[in-house]
DNA sequence: CGCTTTACTTAACATAAGTCAACCAAAAGC
DNA sequence: GCTTTTGGTTGACTTATGTTAAGTAAAGCG
């Protein structure tokens, strides 16, 4: 496990052997089950996570119903304690599957930048990135239609749809359930078109 | 001007006189008209943005569309620099207003960071910050149907429905112009049913 | 000042998504 | 093994947005 989150750091910056051995001194790595929710709306955030394997996802319950937002899977990061500190969280975080996570929180990060200053600077690279990424995914949602960014969705993330339920994909392209199977079915019925 | 930059900073941590004055040094600031483009489509994204006064977006052209996806406005963030090296642009980017911007790149960012190092905490923080806001936007455009997103937007940006045109607000709420001019008459009938 | 362009609105119609309900299959639980 | 629950599909109907086109008012420009 821990060859994968030093493979992810270093396509970034090679890492030392004391480095190295301080993270694995922290001991980070944490197991949990599918289903398992880690962090419920109105509690504090005060944790970062690094997926190793499996997945997890954000989703807000509203009007009694459940929205899902996010999708985190391997060597992608969820970054909770930065929007205010002490602000109860809005949505909450569940695991789809069993999964691997590289748990930590603002007291480890605080001593391992005084340890070791350069991670400061991954840290900042690497958020302006997940940055820009998110900028845009969310340029692409805005101009997207609902159909196009299920076919977007095919393209980029296929293992998506075959490991999560269609229920929460739906709501992560911002229609309904019975929407999402009529897009699936007007789209099978033009590649039966096609192939005709 | 350097004020408002100043006060925006000195929100995260208290400024050193020296550092006030290497900041003033680098002589960052620079007046754009409205209309000018910023950045274009195609061309490699070096700087990053800070918006002093005025208003910029980033937009689109789709099919000969255009699309507008962000604007920023006065104490607003644009980072620019930080997808992948060296990857054109996507996007363009052009004030909607005259507007005064503080310009970096990367070379003032690496000299500045080397000379004060907490400056390289102070960026790691705010694009933190910066990504939660962007998260948080996201869920909630794709948790709320095109009204209510024209409803938050009234509540939480109200002076962009005031200073930038209707066209660019509706592919920034993901719809048509003619959509958002149904909304805003349904609200108001809406509004005048309750008056009554 | 008059002309052109642009932004916005409106209407009629087409299309896609939302809603409600029924149904089915597979998985989970007992 | 049977029952219950869950996830997914389908159909009928409603509602909202997209499309196309026309019209208007204001802004911009020569």
Redesign the interface.
Known sequence: MEKKLFAFLEKYMPLEKEEKQAITDLDLFRNYKKGTVILREGHIARENYFVISGCIR?Y?I?DGEE?T??FFTEFESV?TN??RKDKPA??NLACVENTVLVVSNPSIEKLT?EKF?RF??L???F?????????????S???NTPEQRYIELLEKRPDLVQRVPQYQLA??L?IKPESLSRIRKRLQEQVQQVVK
Chains 1, 2 share one sequence.
């Open positions: 954000t807000y509203i929205k937002t996010a970054l930065s929007i809005e949505y930048f200053p400061e600077k840290c900042r690279i958020s302006e990135q997940l940055l820009a990424k998110n900028q845009a995914s969310f340029d949602f805005r101009t709501s992560y911002g």
